[in-house]
């Protein structure tokens, strides 16, 4: 049985019966039979779908909104904010897909030679429960769009908005098992990756469930996508606008209470700002409104569970133990331990937790520098590379750090985030492929070589 709590009342919501293999089994049958259609349904029909899908994100707004709120504790504000960005999200492929997966034509000493891109099947998608509409839709839209079919196991704790992203596209008008849901729990993905439909698959998560989906997928010669975790980079230098770079250091750190993969986690500063920056730091985070999420003043609601939590004050402990030191926060909230009070730690070393481990809550650690090389050299003395943010107004150095920094995104002068104009994925330990833009919507198709001879 998977259920789903309220995680700032700690009150269960819904109860979703696991599915039998057998069941599975009928609804991937069921999406292979419904493949076949949508692979050659028009794509200007299934822009129209994609059009009709973000009008129906928006109509559904608050509704989907609250949904969020509820199943894993965002604050309200954010929770309305997923949905507006998934709505742009469909707009934006629905404007542009068509264009993308236009056939790109190479001239060759042939009467014709051309790059076609064609769907590939059912893609099987293991999601999170950080941004549940957003992390889900954004593989979606563009493999949907693409001709494929999407079968999605999310997260246990979000089991209800796995259940209206697939209501939401019927109200869109998709055709019947374009978009399914399964309710499984994640050691039973095998059935699903070895069955003969499913062509390919996705997962966004921790770097453990990455390589073992990236196992099974090499096992069943399965095309795959990882998006794992990050410990991001966010590099001030000495002549930074210090007012706006720690404002945005605090708005990327502990947006939905930190536990975002492309977070600014580490803040490596140079020592001729590091006692302001702290300073400021402080200042702003304590200034955050913890409590209810459905409440539109809050800016920090519960923890997803109750085990990241804890996990987390683990990390803290083990650090302060070898040196570190605490500046604000630390602790769970006093008066709900779901709510873990924003955390600014310094003194850290490479060997602590809170340094070589992502820490997946609200908590930042501040690291003076003195040299570029130096904060190149922590900027990427990680196992992670997904994104970073660099924080200067010397044009010729910004240049430098965007080529030097291992991440699949850097920042300059804005902090790390997502775009639907944009690729998005990470290097190293952070996984490989990419989701959204044009890179986005070809991953999951046969990129074809069509050559007509003379």
Same mark, same amino acid.
């Given at each position: 049985?998977?259920?789903?709590?309220?995680?700032?009342?700690?009150?269960?919501?819904?109860?979703?019966?696991?599915?039998?293999?057998?069941?599975?089994?009928?609804?991937?049958?069921?999406? +292979?039979?419904?493949?076949? =259609?949508?692979?050659?349904?028009?794509?200007?029909?299934?822009?129209?779908?994609?059009?009709?899908?973000?009008? %129906?994100?928006?109509?559904?707004?608050?509704?989907? %909104?609250?949904?969020?709120?509820?199943?894993?504790?965002?604050?309200?504000?954010?929770?309305?904010?997923?949905?507006?960005?998934? $709505?742009?999200?469909?707009?934006?492929?629905? =404007?542009?897909?068509?264009?993308?997966?236009?056939?790109?034509?190479?001239?060759?000493?042939?009467?014709?030679?051309?790059?076609?891109?064609?769907?590939?099947?059912?893609?099987?998608?293991?999601?999170?429960?950080?941004?549940?509409?957003?992390?889900?839709?954004?593989?979606?839209?563009?493999?949907?769009?693409?001709?494929?079919? #999407?079968?999605?196991?999310?997260?246990?704790? #979000?089991?209800?908005?796995?259940?209206?992203?697939?209501?939401?596209?019927?109200?869109?008008?998709?055709?019947?098992?374009?978009?399914?849901?399964?309710?499984?729990?994640?050691?039973?993905?095998?059935?699903?990756?070895?069955?003969?439909?499913?062509?390919?698959?996705?997962?966004?998560?921790?770097?453990?469930?990455? $390589?073992? #989906? %990236?196992?099974?997928?090499?096992?069943?010669?399965? =095309?795959?996508?990882?998006? /794992?975790?990050?410990?991001?980079?966010?590099?001030?230098?000495? +002549?930074?606008?210090?007012?706006?770079?720690?404002?945005?250091?605090?708005?990327?750190?502990?947006?939905?209470?930190?536990? #975002?993969?492309?977070?600014?986690?580490?803040?490596?500063?140079?020592?001729?700002?590091?006692? %302001?920056?702290?300073?400021?730091?402080?200042?702003?985070?304590?200034?955050?409104?913890?409590?209810?999420?459905?409440?539109?003043?809050?800016?920090?609601?519960?923890?997803?569970?109750? +085990?990241?939590?804890?996990?987390?004050?683990?990390?803290?402990?083990?650090?302060? $133990?070898?040196?570190?030191?605490?500046?604000?926060?630390?602790?769970? $909230?006093?008066?709900?331990?779901?709510?873990?009070?924003?955390?600014?730690?310094?003194?850290?070393?490479?060997?602590?937790?809170?340094?070589?481990?992502?820490?997946?809550?609200?908590?930042?650690?501040?690291?003076?520098?003195?040299?570029?090389?130096?904060?190149?050299?922590?900027?990427? +003395?990680?196992?992670?590379?997904?994104?970073?943010?660099?924080?200067?107004?010397?044009?010729?150095?910004?240049?430098?750090?965007?080529?030097?920094?291992?991440?699949?995104?850097?920042?300059?002068?804005?902090?790390?985030?997502?775009?639907?104009?944009?690729?998005?994925?990470?290097?190293?330990?952070?996984?490989?492929?990419?989701? /959204?833009?044009?890179?986005?919507?070809?991953?999951?198709?046969?990129?074809?070589?069509?050559?007509?001879?003379?």
């Amino acid at each position: 049985m998977l259920q789903t709590f309220n995680p700032f009342t700690g009150k269960l919501i819904n109860n979703f019966p696991e599915q039998s293999d057998q069941e599975v089994t009928s609804i991937i049958e069921s999406q +292979d039979h419904a493949y076949k =259609k949508w692979k050659i349904t028009l794509l200007e029909e299934r822009s129209q779908l994609i059009a009709q899908l973000g009008r %129906a994100l928006k109509e559904e707004q608050e509704s989907l %909104a609250q949904l969020i709120t509820a199943e894993m504790g965002k604050p309200i504000t954010e929770s309305r904010a997923e949905i507006a960005k998934c $709505s742009w999200l469909c707009e934006y492929y629905a =404007k542009n897909g068509a264009e993308m997966l236009d056939n790109k034509t190479v001239k060759t000493e042939a009467r014709s030679s051309y790059i076609s891109f064609e769907p590939l099947g059912i893609i099987f998608a293991i999601m999170p429960w950080n941004f549940p509409f957003w992390q889900a839709l954004r593989f979606a839209v563009p493999t949907i769009l693409a001709g494929n079919v #999407v079968l999605l196991k999310h997260a246990p704790n #979000v089991s209800g908005t796995s259940l209206r992203i697939e209501e939401i596209f019927r109200k869109a008008g998709f055709p019947e098992h374009i978009f399914r849901s399964v309710f499984i729990q994640a050691d039973r993905s095998e059935i699903i990756i070895k069955h003969k439909s499913i062509r390919g698959v996705t997962i966004t998560g921790s770097g453990k469930a990455g $390589s073992a #989906v %990236a196992s099974l997928a090499g096992k069943y010669l399965k =095309k795959c996508v990882l998006e /794992l975790g990050g410990s991001d980079p966010l590099i001030v230098f000495e +002549d930074a606008e210090l007012t706006n770079c720690c404002q945005a250091a605090t708005d990327s750190r502990m947006i939905n209470a930190g536990q #975002v993969c492309i977070a600014a986690k580490r803040f490596i500063v140079h020592e001729s700002l590091f006692q %302001a920056f702290v300073k400021e730091q402080k200042k702003a985070i304590e200034k955050l409104i913890l409590g209810d999420p459905k409440l539109p003043e809050t800016q920090i609601g519960p923890m997803a569970r109750p +085990d990241l939590a804890e996990h987390l004050q683990k990390q803290i402990d083990d650090s302060l $133990s070898m040196g570190a030191k605490i500046i604000c926060g630390g602790t769970p $909230s006093k008066a709900n331990p779901a709510i873990f009070r924003p955390t600014l730690m310094i003194d850290i070393q490479r060997n602590m937790p809170v340094y070589k481990e992502e820490t997946f809550g609200p908590l930042a650690v501040v690291i003076p520098f003195k040299t570029e090389e130096e904060a190149i050299h922590l900027a990427n +003395d990680t196992t992670y590379g997904l994104g970073a943010s660099v924080w200067t107004n010397d044009n010729d150095r910004a240049r430098r750090l965007v080529k030097a920094i291992d991440a699949g995104a850097v920042f300059v002068n804005s902090i790390t985030k997502s775009d639907p104009r944009l690729p998005f994925g990470g290097t190293k330990n952070s996984g490989f492929g990419r989701e /959204l833009s044009f890179y986005g919507i070809t991953e999951f198709t046969n990129i074809k070589t069509n050559w007509i001879q003379a």
